[in-house]
Structures are given as C-alpha cells and as structure tokens.
C-alpha cells in the first residue's frame, strides 16, 4: 500500500528486488568470508570471530559495506596480527612450502570422503595451503590474484597449490586404500 | 584432480555462518559504518522498510562512487591522521630502519625510507598497521631538532594505492602526505607543519 501511495508499480518492483538482492550479496559476502577464515583457521569458532572483525574493520574503514577483496585483505591481515600476538601458531610463507608431496594415486571415490575425514585432512595442511586451495578452487580466483592478495610470486602460488592438492589427495588416499600406487609406480605397504 | 575440488567445493560451500550469527555480524557492521542502518534486515521489517530500501538505493549508486581517487585519498589522510594520533604500543624497538625491517617479518616488502627522508630523525620504532585495507608499516621517528614525533607508513604500492596522486593535506590538525615511491606507497604525519 505504501509502494502505491508514493510510487509506480514499476518502481516499488525495482526497490523490491534491489532490497532484496543487497541483502542477500551481503549476506552471502560474509559467508565467503567465513569460509576464508575457515580455510586459514580450520576451526568454525575462530573463523566466526575472525570475520566479524574483519567485517567491522572493513566496514569502519570505508564507512559501508566492503567489497570481496577488501574482506578477504582484512581477514587475512586480522589473522597474521593474531598470529603475532599468540605466537604459538606458525604461520608459514607461500614461499616455505615443504617438498613432501609427491604424486600417489589411490583407487576409491573422492567423492565418498566423509566430510570429518576431509576436515581432519585439511587440518594437517599448513594454513597456506588450505588458503590457497580456497582460493583458487573454492573461490576461483587466479594464481595472479592469490599473488596479490598474499605478496607471492605467481609461480610460487602455482607451485603450491599443486603441491598442495597433491598432498591432500595423498593424505585422504592413505587414509582409505591399502596398498596404494605412485605415479612413479612404486608399490607402498604398509 | 577434479573430483578432489570438486569435494574441496563442496565441503566448504556446506560451511554456513548460522542466522544468528550473520545477524550479529552485519549489525556490528552497520553501528561501526558511519552511514550506519543501512544492513540490516531488522531494520528493513515492518513500516520503515521502504525508506531502507530507498537507503539502500542510494548506497548502491555511492557504491559506483566507491574508489574514485578522491574517495581514496580522503580514507588514507584519514588513516595516516588517526594512525599517528592514536599513539598506540610500538611493538618493534630498533635503532635503525634496517634493524625494523629486520623485526618486521609479516610485511610483504622492505622496509625502506623514502628518498627525500630526513636524515636527521632518531627512529623510536615501528608497529604493523594497515592502509586501506594492506598490511602496512608504521615508524616512528622523532625529530631531534623539534623533539615532535613523526609518522611515516608504508604499504605495497598496489593498484588502488598506485592511483592516488602525490598531495600533502591537513586532517583534523596532522599533516599528512601521501606519495608513491620505488614500488612502495608512503604516508608521512605530523603535527607540525615542515613535513619533509
């Protein structure tokens, strides 16, 4: 009735939608956000915390709601600060990325891994893998864009997140299938 | 390695901030945004929603305006401003700029002085901070001539930072100027008004 009195249909059905959506992108910016806290944190509490913080300091900073990019910068530099106060964490560089992983293939479905057996593989990823990971599968960004975001070369992203898919397919494959064979072909018993 | 991040997505797709939750987020949000109301569903209910909705509207126009050079000009003065004013903890105690750069090990570049920097300033220290939005350094030095301190930052010079042109302005009685540098963007502050 509102709409009515003060505006055409047209016009209430653009507000509509347009409030609608807003919302709606808001809601679902602090989701990716939480889910980026989650890939660097692995724990849902502390990724909680830490986009709410982000999300206040980005929102301070500008006055209104941030864009993707200015989110994610903050929950990053609010989880290194983190970082620097416990102390007790290491928070590794892009460029410090072991050479563990090499190539082992498994017969089983991916697919089928409980979500509990995926986290706890993820858990043992250091934190600059599983944010790569993110970001480049979850999230779709390129490795030029994870290099800008976390102050890398684009080779090194490159190198890391293959690494890193590698060994998380490993850790989740030694979990499920014995034996299981490299791409050098080497048989591993255990 | 397909069906892996196909997994990986939807693992992390199923991880959802509950309602409660997103509510309190994006009400922290809106008291701290100086435009303040315009986020939250609450305030959209009941009789007041349209004229959310019409703030909404305007905001997503002010969005459009969002990063235009003036606009980002204006966030780092501000930022510089209230950076040296807070006069919050040095974290880092170093005698010298390489000796912070040193400390610093978080920052995703050199810490290193501007070409037109006064040698004469005695370093008292450094802490992180960040300028819109970039991990960012803050040295503070003081200028033994005056016995005033100053304030300088430093950021990567990344593309947002890389369109701010160089300027030196007065916000709420700090100089500050800003300028880019040797693939660095600087911020420099003080209360006095012979900023180098």
Same mark, same amino acid.
Do not use: C
């Given at each position: 009735l509102l709409l009515q009195d003060k505006f055409s249909p047209a016009q209430g059905l653009v507000i509509i939608v347009f409030s609608r959506s807003s919302k709606q992108s808001v809601e679902m910016l602090i989701q990716a956000g939480y889910r980026y806290a989650y890939a660097l944190q692995n724990d849902s509490g502390e990724a909680q915390g830490l986009v709410h913080d982000a999300w206040l300091r980005a929102s301070q900073s500008i006055g209104r709601a941030p864009d993707k990019a200015l989110l994610f910068r903050c929950v990053r530099n609010i989880h290194i600060d983190q970082y620097r106060r416990s102390r007790n964490v290491r928070f590794s560089? =892009?460029?410090?990325?072991?050479?563990?992983?090499g190539d082992q293939t498994g017969?089983?479905?991916?697919?089928? =891994?409980p979500d509990a057996q995926l986290q706890s593989a993820l858990a043992t990823l250091r934190e600059t893998e599983r944010e790569v990971l993110f970001l480049s599968?979850?999230?779709?960004?390129?490795a030029g864009e994870i290099a800008e975001l976390t102050g890398s070369k684009r080779g090194t992203v490159l190198s890391l997140i293959h690494r890193a898919r590698l060994k998380l397919r490993n850790i989740i494959t030694e979990d499920n299938v014995t034996p299981f064979v490299s791409t050098a072909g080497r048989i591993k018993h255990d | 390695m397909t069906e892996i991040d196909d997994r990986l997505r939807d693992y992390y797709q199923s991880l959802q901030l509950n309602t409660t939750d997103m509510q309190d987020i994006v009400q922290s949000g809106q008291e701290q945004?100086?435009?303040?109301?315009?986020?939250s569903a609450r305030r959209l209910?009941?009789?007041t929603w349209v004229a959310a909705a019409l703030l909404l509207l305007s905001i997503s126009v002010g969005i459009h305006e969002y990063g235009t050079h003036s606009e980002r000009t204006y966030r780092t003065l501000n930022e510089a401003a209230i950076n040296h004013s807070t006069r919050l903890q040095l974290e880092f105690e170093g005698r010298t700029i390489v000796e912070i750069d040193q400390l610093m090990l978080q920052l995703p570049f050199k810490v290193q002085l501007p070409t037109?920097?006064?040698?004469q300033y005695k370093v008292l220290g450094a802490r992180y901070c960040t300028i819109n939005g970039e991990l960012a350094a803050h040295v503070k030095f003081l200028d033994r001539e005056t016995d005033k301190q100053i304030s300088l930052f430093m950021t990567r010079s990344v593309d947002d930072l890389q369109q701010i042109n160089a300027t030196s302005e007065q916000v709420d009685g700090v100089n500050v100027s800003l300028w880019n540098e040797s693939g660095l963007f600087y911020a420099m502050a003080s209360r006095f008004p012979d900023i180098p």
């Open positions: 560089s =892009v460029d410090d990325f072991g050479r563990d992983a017969a089983f479905d991916v697919e089928e =891994v599968i979850v999230e779709g960004y390129t | 945004s100086r435009m303040g109301g315009i986020f209910g009941g009789s037109a920097f006064n040698k």
